[in-house]
């Protein structure tokens, strides 16, 4: 790698975490947005759903912008627009129509920053994305593991109000642009991407629609799996509240040391064999640990978060490399679909729950884990005979 890109890597890292940080503090807001502002859950509910459009419709659309714009000149845009947006919330916190606007802006601009990280990875490192990129959702994970502490300790042990926290996510927005100004770039980044492809052929990209399937899976586990798993542990397990929050934390914990760790394995046995490897180990404990009787099983969906963390990252080190120069446009609409698998799985566990119960929710996720895997190993089969080249 040229030094000169060494600036590059850490702001995406470090905005990789402030993303994650951003997204876990939704579960501290809450308690003030009902005493603050008056707002109910479906109200909460609403602005929260407006972030998550705003993701999707980031990636949506960020492959055409980088075809208009420079994607250099893109994600300093972006950054530029989450610190202004940060800064407005803070200043106009206590109104709702503020919040509705400003949480689907710094979702979009957010969005459209996360999905140049995955992108930047793999043009700084072609012979070693997966690794890279690994550590790239390592920083994800690190940032969701210390957000909620070091919210907590801003507003309990310093006495700041939550107006004080956007006020810093915009600092250190700003303080992020500035070292990009100063850092070297790609020259593929330098310059709005020469990609012309209609929506018609979108439908002949046999290899869009596979990573999309994919990545539809995949996210859909993972979210519906980590959304319910306090809920799971206390209705299952009768495990107490607290108690079964530092058992979320573990399974971020997981998650987290995962990718680092995971990162390196993956470069030493290869992407696709990797990939097949620790998806298998993941089927096999999700299996134990609902299956076991009793709470003899808890410990393996630690294992189980510890196998899927590194799925993530290796799939788009693979999509990235098979896609070449279409993949600033492809993934993208990978991710988007990705995120809407999330949601629907999120949302179906919740309907499964109310009718059935929530161990026959994650049962039902076993299955759809399941064929995440069966199709895994069906669609990238030929392609794994490439491995050789990696």
Known sequence: MNQSFHYLVWVTWLTMMLTSMLEVIKGLLPPFLMESLNLNSSQIGFIFSLSFYGVVLANLSCGWLTTK??????????????????????????????????????????????VLNNLITPVIFPDKSGKMLGILHFFFGLGSITGPLIVQFTLSYLGFNWNAIFFVYSFAALIFISILHKSSWPIKLGRPLNINISFKNFLNQKLLIV????????????IGFTIWFVSFMTSSYLIEPWIASLLFSGVFTCYTIGRLA?????EKIGY????????????????????????????????FAFSISIIFPTMTAIATS?????????????????????????????????????????????????????????FLHNLSKDEGRR
């Not at 610190?83 to 916190?93: D, G, P």
């Not at 990573?211 to 993972?222: D, I, R």
């Not at 995971?262 to 993956?266: A, M, T």
């Open 69 to 114: 714009i420079k994607p250099q000149n893109l994600y300093i845009y972006s950054l530029y627009v989450f610190s202004v947006s940060s800064f407005l919330l803070a200043w106009f916190i206590e109104s709702y129509s503020v919040w509705i606007l400003l949480f689907f802006i710094m979702g979009f601009s957010f969005g459209i920053a996360g």
């Open 211 to 222: 990573f999309s399937l994919l990545f539809f899976l995949y996210v859909g586990t993972e």
């Open 262 to 266: 995971g990162s390196y394995v993956i």
């Open 272 to 303: 696709y064999r990797g990939l097949w490897y620790f998806s298998l180990f993941a089927t096999v404990f999700l299996f134990l640990a609902l299956f076991l009787p009793g709470s003899k099983g808890i410990i393996f969906y630690f294992f």
């Open 322 to 378: 098979i896609f070449g120069n279409k993949a600033f446009l492809f993934m993208g609409i990978v991710f988007a679909i990705g995120f809407l698998g999330g949601s629907l799985s999120s949302w179906g566990m919740g309907v499964i729950t109310d009718f059935f119960s929530i161990k026959t929710a994650y049962e039902m996720i076993f299955l759809w884990f399941l064929v995440f895997v069966i199709f895994q190993k069906a």
